[in-house]
């Protein structure tokens, strides 16, 4: 009897095993179909849904689909690049990277946040005056003048390294963590839904910038040259105890130690201490690191004190405001929910003389335009572009009711965008140069055109080598 028990017990146990592993053996099937038809969809998708060529949230155009050659097949580089086309463009890859943003943010915590590698950063130390002023860079070659090379000692001999052709060495290290196609987020800090860009002072990157303006003034001495160093929202906005706790330098004192290295001739405008007076207001965007048309209001205002004219009234502008703009440090933080929670507007006003603009894009085009463009339909990471319709090699305003013949040339980076409407009511004629990407002999043109004032306006993270490098490759 027992036996009996015992020889069902065992049955029933191998049963039931036989059971689990068909059930196991069953499940295992079913989620090899569910993986693999997933994988067939993804394919599918990548197959014949059309593929995307512009990333707005990295803010560069996409790889390209490589054509097949001979050479580029046999050496690989016609597979490589292909593998790159195809997960680059991948159908649907914002809001795929939206979605991931937003689980990332759902098993991760509020608060500050951090982005970037501090721990690879290492400030110099901010002298408090320079002890002789930066050195003017020779620009024309032994061969030139006929004339054998003589070598320059002073104390930033060190510092001022150039090419075997006599250009401003560019120092081609990666520094920063987060990049931008275009413009750099390097070390970003995010604290009560607004981002920052953190600063860090280089001494190597001022003198040779300072140097690289001493150097324009001497080529155009009877010229009115201005500079304007503009801080970014982490040097105005955050408690300079807290920009400490963070590495950076005092951004003041680096002013200052930049502007005491300029031939005393130069203008220099240094609007730190105008930011830091309108500093609750809406001076700098949320999500982007650039500053907002006010902050260049406040700017301009002291551009016109220092040039001695007058300034015209905000309440004179024609105002417009376009709504939902995500900027750079958004994207560069793979969107983060804090930033979201935040989204910036973009504020401007239309200059009085003449809104419109003449334009040449990187491929040589020459294009009308406006000085402040309707961004309305524009998406959401481009609507700085609506100050001069963004960032091209040269743009020209002829303001039809000024004839005296007056003009000025607008050195500059993104920031002088939403500052070059403001100029417009001052000159006949404005043009202006993105140093990045002009071609041009900028001395020649100056000179053929007699412009009276040069003006550079950089922000602080633009203060290094490789601008140096940039603005003083377009004066030769």
């Known amino acids: 009897m027992s036996d009996n028990i015992k020889q069902k017990s065992k049955k029933n146990k191998i049963s039931s095993e036989i059971k689990k592993k068909v059930f196991k053996s069953n499940g295992a099937k079913v989620m090899s179909v569910i993986a693999m038809a997933a994988f067939a969809g993804l394919f599918f998708v ?3 849904v059309s593929r995307p060529e512009y990333s707005e949230s990295e ?4 790889a390209k689909r490589p054509a097949p050659q001979m050479l580029t097949v046999m050496n690989g580089k016609f597979f490589t690049d292909l593998n790159k086309w195809f997960s680059d463009t991948f159908p649907y890859r914002e809001e795929l990277l939206s979605l991931e943003a937003g689980i990332e943010d759902y098993y991760g915590v509020g608060g500050e946040a951090y982005y970037g590698n501090k721990a690879s950063v290492v400030e110099d130390t901010i002298p408090e005056t320079a002890e002789s002023l930066a050195p003017v860079i020779l620009m024309e070659s032994p061969e030139e003048t006929g004339e054998a090379p003589t070598e320059t000692v002073n104390e930033f001999e060190e510092l001022i390294e150039t090419n075997a052709d006599g250009t401003l060495k560019v120092d081609t290290t990666p520094k920063e963590n987060v990049e931008i196609a275009g413009e750099q987020a390097g070390n970003i800090y995010v604290n009560d839904n607004k981002g920052y860009e953190i600063f860090y002072y280089n001494q190597g990157g001022s003198v040779k910038y300072a140097s690289v303006i001493n150097t324009v003034k001497a080529l155009f001495p009877e010229a009115n040259v201005y ?7 982490f040097g105005v906005e955050l408690d300079p105890s807290l920009q400490e706790e963070l590495g950076s330098g005092n951004m003041p004192d680096a002013f200052n130690y930049i ?5 005393p001739a130069i203008h220099r405008i240094s609007v730190f201490d105008t930011m830091v007076a309108h500093k609750d207001e809406y001076i700098y965007f949320n999500t982007d690191h650039h500053w907002t048309a006010l902050g260049a209001y406040y700017a301009y205002r002291d ?3 220092e040039k001695g004219i007058e300034p015209h009234e905000l309440s004179e502008f024609p105002y417009v405001d376009y709504q939902g703009f995500y900027g750079t440090f958004y994207f560069a933080t793979n969107r983060s929910e ?26 040589g085009e020459v294009k009308s335009s406006k000085v402040v463009n309707d961004v309305t339909e524009a998406n959401a990471g481009r609507k700085y572009n609506c100050f001069i319709n963004g960032d091209n090699p040269f743009t020209q305003i002829t303001n039809p009711h000024i004839t005296d013949g007056s003009s000025c040339v607008l050195v500059k980076e993104s920031y002088g965008n939403a500052f070059v409407p403001f ?15 002009y071609k041009g002999n900028l001395s020649d043109f100056i000179t053929d055109h007699g412009v009276s004032d040069i003006i550079f306006l950089n922000n602080v993270q633009a203060i290094t080598e490789k601008v ?3 603005i003083l490759s377009i004066f030769s």
């Open 259 to 263: 502007y005491s290295l300029m031939d």
């Open 59 to 62: 803010k560069r155009p996409l």
């Open 46 to 48: 990548g197959i014949v």
């Open 423 to 437: 100029l417009v009511d001052h000159y006949e004629n404005v043009y202006v140069v993105d140093y990045r990407y």
């Open 338 to 363: 804090q930033l979201k929670a935040n989204p910036d507007h973009v504020e401007a006003w239309i200059p009085l003389g003449t809104n419109d603009a003449i334009i040449t894009v990187e491929t």
């Open 303 to 305: 551009f016109c004190k």
């Open 227 to 233: 500079d304007m160093l503009v801080p970014n929202s």
């Open 468 to 470: 140096s490098g940039m």
